[in-house]
T-cell receptor, first 109, second 116 residues
Framework: KNEVEQSPQNLTAQEGEFITINCSYSVGISALHWLQQHPGGGIVSLFMLSSGKKKHGRLIATINIQEKHSSLHITASHPRDSAVYICAVGRGSQGNLIFGKGTKLSVKP | DTGVSQDPRHKITKRGQNVTFRCDPISEHNRLYWYRQTLGQGPEFLTYFQNEAQLEKSRLLSDRFSAERPKGSFSTLEIQRTEQGDSAMYLC??????????????FGPGTRLTVL
């Protein structure tokens, strides 16, 4: 079993829909990261959080430390949100991240 | 552009050849990471440096792989005697370590390696 699990693996939505991507982890963490990867490989960090909730524009990330679970929400989805969304966890002083396999999101106009 | 840069962006080589990749991190970042990503998978950790010291290596990093960061700035990743299984995207990231916490990692565009 992977230390970081994401669901769903693939997600197709219509423009305007509310989207939720889930991440569960089985190890102790210092922080959880949500990343976005577009075709061609470039990875952009969206959020780093260790508790509670963060919001940037239409993106919202939440984390429940007790349940070892995080969600990434996209409100009013748009075709430009189409990308792979990756959950990753950091484990304190080690610094390196452990990644989930990613969720491929496709938003249709 | 002051982001993380990687060179080359693409590399095609024949099995058995040696290849070397370079990563230039954001200038004030003291931590540098190498990851490998195969198709349809999330990235996997290979190794990381704090300044010039290599602090951790994954067991994925066989003895054919070596990484250096000689002056605590740019880093190189060399793969000797490449195998077809080495075909992947090699990603570099950098960050600033804040005491006892991980900081946001900034990723480069990656080097896509194809071993024929």
């Amino acid at each position: 079993k992977n230390e970081v699990e994401q669901s769903p693996q693939n997600l197709t939505a219509q423009e305007g829909e509310f989207i939720t991507i889930n991440c569960s982890y089985s190890v102790g963490i210092s922080a959880l990261h949500w990343l976005q990867q577009h075709p061609g490989g470039g990875i952009v960090s969206l959020f780093m959080l260790s508790s509670g909730k963060k919001k940037h524009g239409r993106l919202i990330a939440t984390i429940n430390i007790q349940e070892k679970h995080s969600s990434l929400h996209i409100t009013a989805s748009h075709p430009r949100d189409s990308a792979v969304y990756i959950c990753a966890v950091g484990r304190g002083s080690q610094g390196n991240l452990i990644f989930g396999k990613g969720t491929k999101l496709s938003v249709k106009p | 552009d002051t982001g993380v840069s990687q060179d080359p962006r693409h590399k095609i080589t024949k099995r058995g050849q040696n290849v070397t990749f370079r990563c230039d991190p954001i200038s004030e970042h003291n931590r540098l990471y190498w990851y490998r990503q195969t198709l349809g998978q999330g990235p996997e950790f290979l190794t990381y440096f704090q300044n010039e010291a290599q602090l951790e290596k994954s067991r994925l990093l066989s003895d054919r792989f070596s990484a250096e960061r000689p002056k605590g700035s740019f880093s190189t990743l060399e793969i000797q005697r490449t195998e077809q299984g080495d075909s992947a995207m090699y990603l570099c990231a950098s960050s600033t370590r804040l005491a006892r916490r991980t900081d946001t990692q900034y990723f480069g565009p990656g080097t896509r390696l194809t071993v024929l």
